[in-house]
C-alpha cells in the first residue's frame, strides 16, 4: 500500500530535498507519519511533540483538514494524498 | 531605524530580514522583531508630525532601514466621534469609529499592502500575489497597478460581485478558486513554494502584518497621544487583533503614549466563529470550522493567529463575541443611523458586538472606545437590502401627503 506525502519547502531539508515522498504503508494518518520519521528522523521534532502534531502544523488527506475528520487517526486510502503545510497564512 | 531581524513567535529562533514567514525548526510564525533602545521619544514625536499624511510617517517602527514611498498614499483615516451611537448604547460619551473605508481601496487592508509591497520591492519581487477575502484582492491589484507590478489574486468564486468588479477592474490576474478562503489559502501555501513571488500574506507576512500597527499608532496620534481604555476590533485570521496589541504596547512601553493597555475585544460573526468558541470554551487553541456568514471578509475557518488573539482578549480583561447574521445587518444600521458611516459585514460584526459588550454593563460611560470599523458598506450592498422602506408615488403633492410620513416636528 502506497501514499504519497506532499512536503512543504520548509521541510525539504530534511526529506533529502524532495518535494513528494512515497511511504509504503496506510492505514491512518499517525502510521504515514511514523513511516516517514524512520525514512527520515530529523522531521520528526520539527513537526510534532510529545506525540502530537505542533499547534502550526496543519495535514490535510485528500486535500482535506484531518481535524475535521480523526485528526491522526484518520483513515489514509492506498494511493492516497497526505499534505503537510505551514498553518501560518494568510488572514486579515 | 529600529527594524532588527525575524523571531519566531513560538521557539525564538531568530532569521534574517528576508521573504521568510515559518519557522523552520518549529513551524511557529515569524515576526519582525525591533531594537527601540536609541530611540528619542521627543524626536520621534516630531519625526512622525511631520512626516508625510499617511502611514509613511510612522515607518521607524515598521520594517524598513529607509522611509518607503508609495503612489498610493494610505492610512490616517479619520476617527470619528460617535456621541450618538454612544447614546444608544446607554450613554457611552466616548465612543470613537476609525472608519477605514477612507483608505485608496476602501478598507484596512491598503494599510498591510503598502508595508508588504514596499518590503517585496526592496527584495527585488517583481510579482505580487494574494489569498484573499475581497479587501486584500482589491488592495493588492490597485497597489500593484500603481506600482506598475505584475498580479495574481486568487479568491473563493463566492465572493460579493461587488469586491470580483472592485478587483478586476485594476488589471490584476483574478483567480477565481472553488471552495472556500481556506482551500484558497492552502493552494497559495503551495504555489508559493513553487512560484518566486511575494504572496503578501504567505512569505510576505511577518511584514505584512505590521502593516495592522498603525492602526494602533494612529489613533493613539488622533486622541492626543493617550492610549484608549478599551477596543474592540474584527476577527478573522486575528493578525490584526494581535497587531493592534503590539502596536500599542510599543508605544505605551517607549512612553510615546499615555495610558495603560486597553482592553481588548475581538468579534466574529456566528458563521464563522473558531476563535470566539475557544474564548468561550476556555480553549487555548482553535477548532477549525466551515465558514457559512454573510460576513465574507471575516470567513476564516482556519485562523492562523486564533491563539495570540486568544491570549490577547484574555490577558487584557477582554472577550471574543459572536454575533449572528441578523445581528450583523442590524450593527450596519445602527452605525449608518447614528454616524452617518456606511460600513461593510465586518463593520457590522463589530459594532454589533460592541453593542453586546455595552448591554452586558461592562463600559463604564466616560471611557474612552475606539471602534474599528475596517471596510465599506458598498462592497457588500446585499446586506443592506430589505432593511429599510421604500415609497413609490406618482409625481404629485397629493400622492407624497398620502403616502409618505411627515416627521412629527413639521
Same mark, same amino acid.
Given at each position: 500500500m502506497a501514499v504519497t506525502v506532499k512536503i512543504p519547502a520548509q521541510l525539504r531539508p530534511v526529506v533529502d530535498n524532495n518535494a513528494t515522498v512515497s511511504v509504503e504503508t496506510g492505514g491512518t494518518v499517525s502510521e504515514v507519519l511514523d513511516a516517514l520519521y524512520g525514512q527520515f528522523p530529523d522531521l520528526k521534532d520539527r513537526i510534532s511533540e510529545n506525540g502530537e502534531l505542533r499547534r502550526f502544523v496543519n495535514v490535510y488527506v485528500?486535500?482535506?483538514?484531518?481535524?475535521?475528520?480523526?485528526?491522526l487517526e484518520t483513515a489514509v486510502a492506498d494511493g492516497a494524498e497526505v499534505t503537510i503545510l505551514p498553518a501560518v497564512a494568510g488572514g486579515c | 531605524? =529600529?527594524?532588527? %531581524? $525575524?523571531?519566531?513567535?513560538?521557539?525564538?529562533?531568530? &532569521? /534574517?530580514?528576508?521573504? $521568510?514567514?515559518?519557522?523552520?525548526?518549529?513551524?511557529?510564525? $515569524?515576526?519582525?522583531? &525591533?531594537?527601540?533602545?536609541?530611540?528619542?521619544?521627543e524626536e520621534a514625536?516630531?519625526?512622525?508630525? @511631520?512626516? /508625510?499624511?499617511?502611514?509613511?510617517?510612522?515607518?521607524?517602527?515598521?520594517?524598513f532601514t529607509e522611509r518607503p514611498k508609495s503612489r498610493l498614499a494610505t492610512g490616517l483615516s479619520p476617527l470619528i466621534h460617535a456621541p450618538r451611537l454612544g447614546e444608544y448604547l446607554g450613554g457611552l460619551k466616548n465612543v470613537y469609529v476609525k472608519n477605514e473605508a477612507s483608505n485608496p481601496t476602501h478598507s484596512f487592508k491598503d494599510r498591510v499592502v503598502s508595508v508588504a509591497m514596499a518590503k517585496a520591492q526592496e527584495l527585488g519581487y517583481e510579482v505580487i500575489a494574494c489569498a484573499s477575502t475581497g479587501n486584500l484582492a482589491n488592495a493588492v491589484a490597485a497597489h500593484a497597478a500603481a506600482a506598475g507590478l505584475d498580479s495574481y489574486v486568487f479568491i473563493p468564486t463566492d465572493l460579493e460581485e461587488q469586491k470580483i468588479l472592485a478587483t478586476g477592474v485594476y488589471g490584476t490576474e483574478l483567480v477565481g478558486v472553488k471552495g472556500?478562503?481556506?482551500d484558497v489559502n492552502r493552494l497559495c501555501t503551495e504555489l508559493s513554494a513553487e512560484y518566486d513571488w511575494a504572496f503578501v500574506n504567505i512569505n510576505m507576512r511577518p511584514y505584512y502584518?505590521?502593516?495592522?500597527?498603525?492602526?494602533?499608532?494612529?489613533?493613539?496620534?488622533? $486622541?492626543?497621544?493617550?492610549?484608549?481604555?478599551?477596543?474592540?476590533?474584527p476577527i478573522a485570521s486575528g493578525s490584526l487583533f494581535t497587531k493592534l496589541y503590539k502596536g500599542f504596547n510599543e508605544w505605551i512601553d517607549l512612553g510615546l %503614549?499615555?495610558?495603560?493597555? /486597553?482592553?481588548?475585544?475581538? %468579534?466574529? =460573526?456566528?458563521?464563522c466563529n473558531p476563535v470566539a468558541d475557544a474564548f468561550e470554551d476556555g480553549r487555548d487553541f482553535c477548532k477549525p470550522v466551515k465558514p457559512d456568514t454573510i460576513a465574507k471578509s471575516l470567513a476564516i475557518g482556519n485562523p492562523a493567529d486564533g491563539p495570540y488573539a486568544l491570549d490577547v482578549a484574555r490577558s487584557t480583561g477582554g472577550s471574543i463575541e459572536q454575533v449572528t447574521d441578523d445581528e450583523i445587518r442590524y450593527g450596519i444600521k445602527l452605525l449608518a443611523h447614528t454616524t452617518g458611516?456606511?460600513?461593510? @459585514? =465586518?463593520?457590522?460584526?463589530?459594532?454589533?458586538?460592541?453593542?453586546?459588550?455595552?448591554?452586558?454593563?461592562?463600559?463604564?460611560?466616560?471611557? @474612552?472606545?475606539?471602534?474599528?470599523v475596517t471596510g465599506e458598506g458598498l462592497k457588500t450592498l446585499d446586506a443592506a437590502r430589505g432593511t429599510f422602506e421604500k415609497y413609490e408615488i406618482e409625481p404629485t403633492v397629493d400622492a407624497f401627503n398620502e403616502f409618505v410620513p411627515t416627521p412629527v416636528t413639521a
Open positions: 485528500a486535500d482535506e483538514d484531518i481535524r475535521f475528520a480523526d485528526g | 531605524m =529600529a527594524v532588527d %531581524a $525575524l523571531k519566531c513567535k513560538e521557539c525564538g529562533t531568530k &532569521y /534574517p530580514l528576508e521573504a $521568510l514567514f515559518v519557522c523552520d525548526q518549529c513551524f511557529g510564525p $515569524l515576526e519582525v522583531e &525591533y531594537d527601540f533602545s536609541n530611540i528619542d521619544v514625536k516630531r519625526t512622525i508630525q @511631520t512626516g /508625510p499624511q499617511s502611514i509613511w510617517r510612522y515607518s521607524e517602527f515598521l520594517p472556500n478562503y481556506d502584518s505590521e502593516g495592522s500597527k498603525t492602526l494602533a499608532y494612529e489613533a493613539i496620534e488622533q $486622541l492626543g497621544w493617550k492610549v484608549p481604555d478599551r477596543i474592540v476590533s %503614549a499615555e495610558g495603560t493597555t /486597553p482592553t481588548f475585544h475581538g %468579534a466574529q =460573526a456566528t458563521g458611516v456606511f460600513t461593510e @459585514t =465586518a463593520g457590522g460584526v463589530t459594532v454589533a458586538s460592541l453593542k453586546k459588550i455595552a448591554e452586558r454593563g461592562e463600559i463604564d460611560p466616560d471611557e @474612552t472606545v475606539v471602534v474599528y
